[in-house]
Structures are given as structure tokens and as C-alpha cells.
């Protein structure tokens, strides 16, 4: 079946510019986890999704970024004002969201570069 | 604060067995899980312990003790293509926040 999937995969922007990032759960999966991933760490955990609403937001950096999953399906993370510190692959996980169910699965990622 | 501490790298020749150790200090605990990624891929979950002791799934194993804040992973009939970095996270609050460890970096040789 389909998994994770996410887009664009790679995306170069300017800094101080606006991008979106969108990723498409697996169907059904209720809960989805965005994460960034800088080269040679493990992913920094940035915020979380239950149904359409934000339950843990709490690893976002700052303002700057923010998370939206209006109809508890794709999930779109929106930075604005980019940073060069904001280059790192930024990943998207769901998993089923149910007790006991605790895999995560996870997209390719969208390797963010900011120049 | 939150930290998880594993071993930067570990080198295995096929056919051996090895162990990735992982310590944990954070604020919540619910469980431990493992993902596997390699170069350029997507993290791949291995396995997940919520209790004390030792879970096997096929050549992969994986212990807690939550007294001594302490898991790891064995990989045991080593193969080239378990070349790859391991990485443990601790569910920190149920469901909802995962922490990462800064990962294994593994090299299997021939």
C-alpha cells in the first residue's frame, strides 16, 4: 500500500523567503509527527498532530514556524522569513494513533536548503 | 533537560553479532523504540520496549531496564546490508513526543 509521502523532496530557496512543505499520511493514520533532521543527527522531534489538531507543539524553535492539518489528513509545515540555520531534511511520520500502536512510519523527507 | 547518549560508531565483520548501547535522561517515559536509516533514506522502525527486558524480532533484539535508564539493540548473523545507522528515541509522553538519539553510525565489513 502507499506510504508516507512527501513534497517537494528537495527544495532551495532564498533567505528570508516563505516555503511550505506538505506531507500525505498513510490513510487512516491519525496521528502524524513532523521532525527535522540535520546531517549526521538523529531527527529533532518538532511537532505533533492528533486528528486535526496540534497535541504537542513544543519542539518547534520558534514563531517563525508553524503546522497546519485542517481535515486530520495532509499536514502542511510553513516557515516563514527563512534561515541558512533552517537548512536540514525535514521529515514526516504517522502511525495509526491508537493505544499500543506506536511505530512510527516515516516519508523520504524534504531536504531543505536555504541560501 | 533531555539527552540520549549512544556510541558514534560501530564496526562488525559479517556474521557477528553486535550490541548498540543506549542511556536516556528525560522528563517523561512511556517506551524505547529503535529505527534503522540508511544513507539517504527514510528512518524504519526496528522494535519498541515498554517493559523491562529482552524482545527478539528475527536477527534484531532489544532490551530495557527502565531502573538503569539503559536499552540496546543486538544484531546478531551481521549481513552487509545492516550497514547503516541505528537510532534509539524514548517516547516521552504517551504518543505524542519522541525523542532521538544522535544515532549509531554501523559498518559491516566483508
Known amino acids: 500500500g502507499a506510504g508516507v509521502s512527501q513534497t517537494p523532496s528537495n527544495k532551495v530557496t532564498e533567505k528570508g523567503k516563505y516555503v511550505e512543505l506538505r506531507c500525505d499520511p498513510i490513510?487512516?493514520?491519525?496521528?502524524l509527527y513532523w521532525y527535522r533532521q540535520s546531517l549526521g543527527q538523529g531527527p529533532e522531534f518538532l511537532i505533533y498532530f492528533q486528528g486535526t489538531g496540534a497535541a504537542d507543539d513544543s519542539g518547534l524553535p520558534n514563531d517563525r514556524f508553524f503546522a497546519v492539518r485542517p481535515e486530520g489528513s495532509v499536514s502542511t509545515l510553513k516557515i516563514q522569513r527563512t534561515e541558512r540555520g533552517d537548512s536540514a531534511v525535514y521529515l514526516c511520520?504517522?502511525?495509526?494513533?491508537?493505544?499500543?500502536?506506536?511505530?512510527?512510519?516515516f516519508g523520504p523527507g524534504t531536504r531543505l536548503t536555504v541560501t | 533537560g533531555q539527552s540520549l547518549e549512544q556510541p558514534s560508531e560501530v564496526t562488525a565483520v559479517e556474521g557477528a553479532i553486535v550490541q548498540i548501547n543506549c542511556t536516556y535522561q528525560?522528563?517523561?517515559?512511556?517506551?524505547l523504540s529503535w529505527y534503522q536509516q540508511h544513507d539517504g533514506g527514510a528512518p524504519t522502525f526496528l522494535s519498541y520496549n515498554a517493559l523491562d527486558g529482552l524482545e527478539e524480532t528475527g536477527r534484531f533484539s532489544s532490551f530495557l531496564s527502565r531502573s538503569d535508564s539503559y536499552g540496546y539493540l543486538l544484531l546478531q548473523e551481521l549481513q552487509m546490508k545492516d550497514s547503516a545507522s541505528y537510532f534509539c528515541a524514548v517516547e516521552n509522553n504517551y504518543g505524542q513526543n519522541f525523542v532521538f538519539g544522535p544515532g549509531t553510525r554501523l559498518s559491516v565489513l566483508p
Open positions: 528525560t522528563s517523561g517515559f512511556y517506551g
Open positions: 511520520a504517522s502511525s495509526p494513533g491508537t493505544q499500543g500502536a506506536y511505530e512510527q512510519y
Open positions: 490513510s487512516g493514520h491519525t496521528a
